[in-house]
């Protein structure tokens, strides 16, 4: 069952129901007030940008998100046209576009890849930051006084690499010297817990 419900998930359509389900709405409301804060006209770079909700919560900006799914972003291009989608790996952005971005997202990104593909990607967003620019990412997270379900649902997590907060923390700071790191029980509907992290490019 649980194999079944991660398959319906990668369905552009039904991941979109989900979303909405569990709290998304509020969620990247809470996401985009409190910690994205972007201004009209920003540069904003998503990593993994799936069929690129989060545009719909944004003021007018310049986004270029990237996804490797033909079909989330097919989706993402019909629901957004203001927006550039781009589907390959985020790895193949121009050189001249390194450095031209204000915020880099990857919201649930993190906790699919190993330590070595984890590394890169804060690298990547790094190189495509300008200097003071923020990186934020978003991944489920184990900590000591999360809810027996909360654990029960993080165990059942498409992305095989959950880890703790010291080390998300750790890889992130392999690449930036300032990083903050917030963990959120309230962020959705069901019980769940994520690590919210701050890298700034000095």
Not at 152 to 159: F, S, Y
Not at 183 to 194: A, E, G, N, T, W
Request: hydrophobic content about 45%; some cysteine.
């Amino acid at each position: 069952m649980l194999q079944s419900l991660r398959s319906v998930l990668a369905i552009p359509a039904a991941y979109n129901l989900w979303w909405n389900v569990v709290g998304g709405p509020a969620f990247a409301k809470v996401l985009v007030r409190e910690y994205l804060q972007p201004r009209v006209g920003a540069r904003i770079l998503e990593i993994g940008c799936g069929p690129g909700t989060i545009v719909g919560y944004l003021p007018q900006v310049e986004y270029l998100g990237f996804d490797l799914s033909s079909k989330y972003i097919e989706m993402a291009r019909k629901r957004f046209p203001q927006a550039q989608f781009v589907c390959e790996r985020v790895s193949q952005f121009s050189p001249a576009q390194q450095q031209s971005f204000d915020t880099v997202l990857a919201l649930g990104v993190v906790h699919h890849l190993d330590d070595r593909e984890a590394r890169q990607l804060f690298q990547i967003a790094y190189d495509a930051l300008k200097s003071g620019g923020k990186l934020i990412t978003v991944d489920g997270v184990w900590t000591n006084d999360q809810s027996p379900a909360a654990r029960w649902l993080l165990a059942r997590d498409r992305g095989e690499y959950v880890r703790n907060e010291g080390e998300y923390v750790n890889i992130a700071s392999q690449v930036f010297a300032n990083v903050r790191a917030s963990v959120r029980h309230d962020l959705i509907r069901i019980p769940y817990s994520h690590l919210i992290l701050e890298c700034v490019r000095r």
